[in-house]
């Protein structure tokens, strides 16, 4: 396949379109080929501005979140039982976490995952097979419904922690992209306008977003940090304290906190965006 295809369709393709579009080889040929076809009115000529708009991939929302009060039991115990699978799954990647028992035969010096519940002034691990009350480290701050692991000692019911493990993200470098995104605001130049609602996942030529949406001052009073400090605490919990259905089972190439004003920064590989009134990130940028 080559650039006569486009030339058969009517159009002139001007040598700096052309160049860009044989760069990508039969598979950029025919991806304008298969744009233009589609378009309503076919332009005379094709320069290299349009050449790089429809070269772009598209953006796909790829799950969301929705809140909702009509589930039943039966789906509300699968979807938590899904998040602990989950986050179980990512804990035990660690070295600490390998050799992990049950809490219903926990005894002794042991690991284990557990998700946290409180019971009073107590704080509890529980999993499927049991609970036993959690004394924590020094200066450990667990939530209601993280899942963490834990290496301690287990004796009467009490697991007394040496040391909290996060699922954490891996470490990774900060992937470019291709093109502009516009989270909420005008699309000014952006290449893809996202009005987000709540929180949903994106993909974007392999590059994954995750927006979402929270009490960003409420988080960051019960977790003791700063307010830009919230979005890294949920990437290393993989949850977004929205349980049972917000696990951060694949790491993101980038984290939009909307409502959050926030400098730019990142986080093993994760970039984070605050987004108070819309932004535009440059998905070809590395930080």
């Not at 992937?175 to 306008?193: C, L, N, P």
């Not at 987000?196 to 030529?205: D, K, M, Q």
Request: charged residues 25%; glycine residues 10%; contains cysteine.
């Amino acid at each position: 396949m080559s650039l006569e295809r486009v030339q058969a369709m009517g159009i002139l393709v001007e040598p700096e379109a052309a160049v860009l579009i044989e760069n990508g080889g039969e598979a950029a040929v025919k991806r304008i080929v298969d744009k233009l076809a589609g378009m309503p009115g076919k332009p005379l000529s094709l320069d290299k501005a349009m050449a790089r708009k429809l070269l772009l991939p598209d953006a796909k929302r790829t799950k969301r979140i929705e809140q909702s009060g009509q589930q039943g039991i039966g789906d509300l115990v699968a979807a938590w039982g899904e998040r602990f699978s989950i986050i179980q799954r990512l804990l035990m990647r660690r070295p600490e976490l390998t050799n992990v028992v049950s809490l219903g035969s926990a005894a002794g010096q042991c690991a284990v995952i557990g998700q946290v519940r409180t019971n009073g002034m107590k704080v509890e691990l529980e999993d499927p097979t049991g609970a036993v009350e959690l004394v924590l480290p020094h200066s450990a701050v667990v939530l209601p419904d993280d899942v963490i692991g834990v290496v301690g000692r287990c004796e009467a019911g009490v697991l007394r922690a040496d040391n909290i493990m996060w699922p954490d993200m891996p470490l990774r470098a900060v992937a470019a992209g291709q093109g502009k995104v516009m989270i909420g605001g005008s699309a000014g130049d952006a290449d893809w306008r996202i009005e987000p609602a709540g929180t949903e996942w994106w993909e974007i030529g392999g590059t994954r977003l995750l927006i979402h949406r929270a009490d960003w001052a409420a988080l960051a009073e019960k977790l003791n940090v700063k307010l830009d400090e919230v979005p890294v605490e949920m990437l290393k919990r993989r949850h977004m304290f929205r349980p049972p259905c917000d696990a951060i089972e694949n790491a993101p190439d980038v984290f939009i906190a909307v409502g959050l004003d926030m400098p730019s920064t990142s986080y093993k590989g994760t970039r984070i965006v605050g987004s108070k009134e819309g932004v535009l990130i440059d998905l070809e940028a590395t930080r």
